[in-house]
């Protein structure tokens, strides 16, 4: 197993323990969120539990990715806690590791696999395919469609909608940014999502702030083209912040790091830049970036991932996707923590009544790339 970013897998379950508490807060008014799973609700239960092996492997980002991968881990390992299963994991370095780590689970007996992200599709089909009586779940990925996989799936232009509106209120240059790993599905829904926020922020407010690095029409922007070479993130945040942009949002995993690591740089030299996150609460999983952090735009994996075990655990595994929302707390916007004070509390209003608004439908806040 590769080193850890953290130092250790242990310290990234305790940095995930506060994480989850943190996403207990966020759901609060959020609609109806999943149920806070427990332990079992007798002894019968108990014991089904603590004979059950719930397993995950991760993709080529590996558990310390401070992004998805490390935010299903840290809702596995509080499954752990809260249910009392056992649990195993498999991190992949490459794609090359997704087929054996798969086996390995296998062989172990895993009664349910989560799978991290859509890289590992094929994989997780022929693995779904070969192990009918084992159960999977992928996050991130809706493509497979067999009784014995369950899609986890992120309405993700929903809470960028909001993150957008938020970074085009706070923008004193006009200008504000994002770029992309990969241009994928699950990468420009975040930036569909973001593109709309600053619309609606401009149409409501009579402004004009610009978004660099997306055109939501043309679905053509600014991406790396890369998952892995950090550099490549520093490069185009750089690229952005050179044009003006004083807000920037990289959706692009790992290359996150080097979207902070330039504005961090930017800053010391005089530029008032901030970040925001994806996928997990930067602010919890990246602290290095805290002091320019304006928000995240959250999957509340953990919460998918408890409640899926404890599905199946109680025999009620299905294989209808789940979709996370802001409707059901699947996703959300991270509180601005130490750059509250850049937020107006005219905006926290207004950002209030827009979440409500997506919820009932009554603002669109859309994309190709949504979940159907």
Not at 124 to 144: E, P, Q, R, V
Request: aromatic content about 6%; charged content about 20%; some cysteine.
């Amino acid at each position: 197993m590769k080193k850890m970013i953290f130092g250790s897998l242990k310290r990234s379950a305790t940095v995930g323990t506060v994480a989850l508490g943190a996403t207990a807060l966020l759901l609060t008014g959020c609609g109806q969120a999943p149920a806070p799973a427990g332990g079992g609700s007798n002894s019968t239960d108990n014991a089904k539990a603590a004979n059950y092996l719930g397993c995950i492997v991760s993709d080529a980002g590996g558990f310390d990715d401070r992004s998805f991968n490390q935010s299903s881990y840290e809702g596995m390992v509080q499954t752990k806690k809260d249910l009392g299963i056992k649990m195993k994991e498999a991190q992949s370095t490459a794609p090359s590791d997704f087929a054996p780590n798969l086996s390995q689970m296998a062989n172990a007996g895993c009664n349910l696999t989560f799978t991290v992200g859509f890289m590992l599709a094929d994989a997780t089909k022929a693995a779904a395919t070969a192990n009918k009586d084992l159960h999977y779940a992928i996050i991130d990925d809706n493509s497979i469609k067999l009784p014995n996989v369950k899609p986890v799936v992120y309405d993700t232009a929903q809470a960028a909608f909001l993150a957008g509106y938020t970074a085009a209120s706070v923008s004193k240059t006009g200008k504000v940014g994002t770029f992309g790993g990969i241009n994928i599905p699950t990468v420009t829904i975040f930036m569909d999502g973001f593109a709309d926020g600053v619309a609606y922020y401009n149409q409501k407010n009579s402004k004009n702030v610009q978004l660099l690095g997306w055109n939501k029409a043309t679905q053509q922007g600014l991406f790396a083209n890369t998952f892995d070479i950090i550099q490549e993130g520093t490069k185009a945040t750089n690229n952005l912040i050179g044009d003006g942009a004083d807000v920037v949002m990289p959706v692009a995993g790992p290359l996150g790091t080097g979207a902070g690591d330039a504005i961090l740089a930017a800053n010391k030299a005089g530029k008032d830049v901030k970040l925001v996150w994806v996928d997990s609460d930067g602010y919890l999983t990246a602290p290095t970036y805290k002091s320019i952090l304006l928000t995240s735009v959250i999957k509340t994996m953990g919460v998918a991932v408890e409640n899926i075990v404890k599905d199946d655990i109680a025999g009620k595994f299905e294989n209808t996707p789940y979709v996370g929302t802001l409707d059901n707390g699947g996703v959300a916007i991270a509180p601005f923590h130490d750059l509250d004070s850049a937020v107006s509390a005219d905006t926290k209003t207004q950002l209030d009544a827009i979440k409500k608004g997506i919820i009932d439908g009554s603002i669109k806040a859309e994309s190709k790339a949504s979940p159907k």
